[in-house]
């Protein structure tokens, strides 16, 4: 090989780590939770963060309680979240099977960070936020246009059409999204309404009056008999 060749065949090497271009293929040994998984890559067991997107935490850490804090929610509603988003990464990422995986560049916290195709050629990453269990990491996905595009487009149809966990626990996802996927790090969750007490207290006179009217007519009609 000449010396022009090999530095051609260096470049582009190191071009395709620096723009996440690296293919490797990893055996699934474990979901630990709906954004890390467990994986056996060219024989060494690797940690993978999934690039791109958060879910919420269901393992006790300061991540965990700042989010708790951030969201304004208790403890075992978050944990509840994360429990489902990490079903649901166990119902579509099975243990035991190989997945194609575009490594990107650096690691986090010694994990290396994964873009992870599906059998069906659909990407873990978009799926989790499309279905409604992760919210887009735009700090880290900016870096990268055409895979930030895809997963706003995914936050976007989940976040219209409540998708997952959307629907069950709408506070901590739009919690998650101001901070996380917009960066309003200022952002202050409503509270979620509760009923007055002027509305407690009708629905309570309302249920009076109903049992004296039923009271009223039984009285009535035994008295007929």
């Not at 990893?26 to 999934?50: A, N, P, Q, W, Y």
């Not at 407690?200 to 007519?217: D, E, H, P, R, W």
Request: aromatic letters at 12%; a positive charge.
């Amino acid at each position: 090989m000449n010396l022009k060749k090999g530095v051609t065949l260096l470049l582009v090497g190191s071009l395709g780590v620096l723009w996440g271009r690296e293919i490797v293929y990893g055996l699934m040994e474990r979901v630990k939770d709906g954004d890390t998984f467990e994986m056996r890559i060219h024989g060494k067991d690797e940690s993978i963060r999934i690039f791109g997107i958060d879910t919420p935490e269901k393992f006790h850490s300061s991540k965990f309680e700042r989010d708790v804090k951030m969201c304004g929610v208790g403890r075992e509603a978050m944990k509840e979240a994360g429990k489902e988003a990490t079903e649901f990464a166990k119902r579509v990422m099975e243990v035991g099977k190989k997945y194609k995986m575009e490594l990107m560049e650096g690691t986090t916290h010694g994990r290396l960070i994964g873009w992870i195709y599906m059998p069906d050629d659909k990407v873990y990453n978009v799926e989790a936020v499309r279905q409604g269990y992760a919210v887009v990491y735009h700090t880290y996905t900016k870096k990268y246009p055409e895979k930030d595009r895809e997963l706003m487009k995914a936050i976007k149809y989940a976040r219209s059409h409540r998708t997952g966990l959307w629907k069950k626990y709408p506070h901590i996802m739009e919690c998650m999204y101001q901070h996380y996927t917009l960066g309003k790090r200022n952002y202050k969750p409503k509270e979620e309404p509760k009923p007055s007490p002027t509305h407690s207290k009708f629905k309570i006179a309302m249920a009076l009056l109903s049992l004296a009217v039923l009271v009223g007519l039984l009285f009535f009609f035994l008295r007929r008999n």
